[in-house]
Structure formats: C-alpha cells, structure tokens
C-alpha cells in the first residue's frame, strides 16, 4: 500500500511537470548577426576588453555603460564633498547635517540603481553570447557565461530549443516501465545541476527477475529513483538555421534506490557516475519531423546492493547506449534504446526499451 500510494504521488508530480515545464525543444532559428555584412565586423566592448559584434545588445550594453559611469560621478562627488568637509585638517564650514542626510539617502538609492542596471547589463551579454553560439558554427571552451547561455538554448530559458533532450517523460520495456520528472535545476558557476525522481515498475513473476529488470529500466534511463546530476558542455556544433546539430557534454552523476519508492529492493542501493554524452539531430525546413541520435558512455561505481539488482558480478563496469528518435510537429517525442554496451556481459543488448515525451511550449 505504501508503495502505492508513494508511486501515485510521483506520477501525479510527473503529470503535472509534463503539462507545466517548458522542456527542451529544437527550433530552427537564425542569430541576428549578420553574415555577410560590414556589420558582422567585431568591435571593442565597452568596459569589458574582448572584441565583439555591432548588435542590439551590445549597443543597449554599452548605453548603460555610460549611464552607470555618469551616475557612479555623482556618488563619487557627493562622498567627496562630504569627505574633505569632514577632515579635522580642513578650514571649511562644516555642511548642514539636514542636506547631508538627503545627499547620503540619495548615494543610497543612485546605488541601487547601479545594481539594476548592472543587471540589465549582465541579461543583455548572455542574450549575446546566445545570438553568438547561434552564430558561430563551432563552439568549444564554455566559461561561466558560454556556458550558461548554452544551457539556457538547450535547456529552454529562452532559446526554445532541444526539446528532444528533455527530462520529463516515460520509458518501457518489454516488462517494466518507468517515468521520470526533473524536478528542480539550475546553474552553478559552468555547471547545470539538477535532481530528480523516477519511479518504475514491472509485471514479472519472479521477484529476484522483477527486481533484476527494474534496475535495469533505471539504468537506461537515469540510474536510480533520486537523481542529482552535474553536466558541463563540451562541444555545439550547428549548422546556421540549425537544421543539423551536434552537442556533447559530461555529465556526472550521483543516484540512490530507496526502498518502498517505486522499487522492489528491499535495501538502500547508490551509484556515482561519470561519462560523456552525444546527442545529435536533423530537421525539416519546416521543424515538423526532426530526426535524432543520442550515444552516452559511462564509468559506474555501485553499492553491493546496486550489484545485486542489476544481477552483475562487479561493482564497477562500463556502461553506454544508443538511442534513436523523432519528434513530430514539435509536440511529441518517441525514442528507443537500440543498443547497450557494458563490460558486464549480462547488460549488453538486454532489451530494447522505448520511451517518449509530450513538449510543451
């Protein structure tokens, strides 16, 4: 009963995430900056000491610039003022108190204006540095900000693009089914992280083959029923509507099986993991059928009782797969796993497990 209502819970979370989180989803879409054009030619920012290009933002960046150096005069005069007066060296009459209040209550807000439009400023370069991924063909080397902005593109802050990549959806085999919801994610410094939760279930008779093929369903999936995962970009390749894309990340991550929680072990199980992923697609000019190719390989690290659900004989293996899809008329994601590889025997080409998605905007 517990494990029932635990399983309704989860799924009615997914339910609801499926219907409400943007999701990822790839659009074909073309940068602002011009290609051919005296335009495209990068000039110096402003403030910040790299070349860029004559767009929008950077015109709107570089205007607060200057409104930031005008009012950061003004504080700076007013503290100056105020300063000298109060010098016990100095000769001066000594300022009214009354106006001083008001001059300090002005250096106050002019402060804070600062700090809005220092926020303004940091939204206007990561909607560039957006435009510039879309612009640049090949991109490798993410600092914060790349980074960031690349996972805002792949990840939906804006960009509305990878969907196919998205969190949120179900998977089945030939006797078991799991479905998964990301519940929370964000970023930390060049890192996206994000924690989830999937439940899974199975029809077999056999509860050691129950328990065997249900660890297995979550292997091929995200590895267990509470996921906290870390991924950092490594490449995005990209033709220049984004009919065709490559992207690679690496990706660690940390996974526990509990007991009573969508899962027949009937003790804590925990893995860590790391690898790289490569996903890639093609579309149609009018992005109503996109075709994509997902490959991951991982190192796996497991508990005893992790070993024991999957029915392998070591702790530590080697595992990856490939998975092969569509989504049609952007809203609906249909993937199969097609291939397995493992150091440990037992998991190579097991099964194939298929799985799809409802994107929403």
Same mark, same amino acid.
Request: glycine fraction near 6%; charge should be positive.
């Given at each position: 009963?517990?494990?029932?209502?635990?399983?309704?819970?989860?799924?009615?979370?997914?339910?609801?995430?499926?219907?409400?989180?943007?999701?990822?989803?790839?659009?074909?879409?073309?940068?602002?900056?011009?290609?051919?054009?005296?335009?495209?030619?990068?000039?110096?920012?402003?403030?910040?000491?790299?070349?860029?290009?004559?767009?929008?933002?950077?015109?709107?960046?570089?205007?607060?610039?200057?409104?930031?150096?005008?009012?950061?005069?003004?504080?700076?005069?007013?503290?100056?003022?105020?300063?000298?007066?109060?010098?016990?060296?100095?000769?001066?009459?000594?300022?009214?108190?009354?106006?001083?209040?008001?001059?300090?209550?002005?250096?106050?807000?002019?402060?804070?204006?600062?700090?809005?439009?220092?926020?303004?400023?940091?939204?206007?370069?990561?909607?560039?540095?957006?435009?510039?991924?879309?612009?640049?063909?090949?991109?490798?080397?993410?600092?914060?900000?790349?980074?960031?902005?690349?996972?805002? =593109?792949?990840?939906?802050?804006?960009?509305?693009?990878?969907?196919?990549?998205? $969190?949120?959806? +179900? #998977? !089945? %085999?030939?006797? @078991?089914?799991?479905?998964?919801?990301?519940?929370?994610?964000?970023?930390?410094?060049?890192?996206?992280?994000?924690?989830?939760?999937?439940?899974?279930?199975?029809?077999?008779?056999?509860?050691?083959?129950?328990?065997?093929?249900?660890?297995?369903?979550?292997?091929?999936?995200?590895?267990?029923?509470?996921?906290?995962?870390?991924?950092?970009?490594?490449?995005?390749?990209?033709?220049?509507?984004?009919?065709?894309?490559?992207?690679?990340?690496?990706?660690?991550?940390?996974?526990?099986?509990?007991?009573?929680?969508?899962?027949?072990?009937?003790?804590?199980?925990?893995?860590?993991?790391?690898?790289?992923?490569?996903?890639?697609?093609?579309?149609?000019?009018?992005?109503?059928?996109?075709?994509?190719?997902?490959?991951?390989?991982?190192? =796996?690290?497991?508990?005893?009782?992790?070993?024991?659900?999957?029915?392998?004989? $070591?702790?530590? +293996? #080697? !595992? %990856?797969?490939? @998975?092969?899809?569509?989504?049609?008329?952007?809203?609906?994601?249909?993937?199969?796993?097609?291939?397995?590889?493992?150091?440990?025997?037992?998991?190579?080409?097991?099964?194939?497990?298929?799985?799809?998605?409802?994107?929403?905007?």
């Amino acid at each position: 009963m517990q494990k029932r209502i635990l399983t309704t819970i989860l799924t009615l979370i997914c339910v609801i995430d499926l219907n409400a989180q943007a999701g990822l989803k790839m659009l074909n879409q073309k940068s602002s900056i011009p290609v051919n054009s005296s335009e495209n030619s990068k000039v110096n920012l402003v403030v910040k000491n790299e070349k860029v290009y004559k767009t929008q933002d950077i015109i709107e960046y570089n205007y607060l610039t200057k409104e930031k150096t005008e009012i950061q005069k003004v504080i700076s005069d007013i503290i100056s003022l105020y300063y000298d007066n109060s010098d016990p060296n100095s000769d001066s009459k000594l300022l009214d108190s009354k106006k001083r209040k008001s001059d300090f209550e002005k250096v106050d807000s002019l402060r804070k204006v600062l700090k809005i439009k220092s926020i303004k400023q940091d939204s206007l370069y990561l909607s560039y540095t957006k435009d510039l991924l879309n612009y640049s063909w090949i991109n490798a080397g993410f600092w914060v900000i790349k980074s960031k902005a690349l996972f805002d =593109i792949i990840y939906n802050g804006n960009g509305q693009k990878f969907k196919t990549l998205g $969190n949120t959806g +179900f #998977t !089945f %085999g030939s006797n @078991s089914a799991s479905i998964y919801s990301e519940l929370v994610s964000g970023n930390l410094g060049m890192l996206r992280v994000s924690l989830g939760s999937m439940i899974s279930s199975n029809n077999n008779d056999s509860t050691q083959v129950a328990k065997n093929e249900e660890a297995y369903q979550r292997l091929v999936t995200y590895g267990g029923n509470t996921v906290l995962n870390f991924e950092y970009p490594l490449l995005y390749i990209h033709s220049r509507d984004s009919h065709y894309n490559l992207i690679s990340r690496f990706i660690v991550r940390g996974t526990s099986d509990l007991p009573a929680f969508g899962t027949s072990t009937e003790k804590w199980a925990g893995s860590a993991s790391y690898g790289i992923d490569f996903y890639g697609d093609a579309s149609l000019d009018n992005n109503k059928l996109r075709f994509f190719i997902n490959y991951n390989t991982n190192k =796996i690290y497991g508990t005893d009782i992790y070993r024991n659900n999957l029915g392998i004989t $070591n702790n530590n +293996f #080697t !595992f %990856g797969q490939l @998975s092969l899809g569509l989504v049609f008329l952007e809203v609906f994601k249909i993937s199969f796993t097609v291939a397995t590889f493992s150091s440990e025997e037992s998991l190579r080409n097991k099964s194939i497990v298929g799985g799809g998605q409802v994107l929403r905007e």
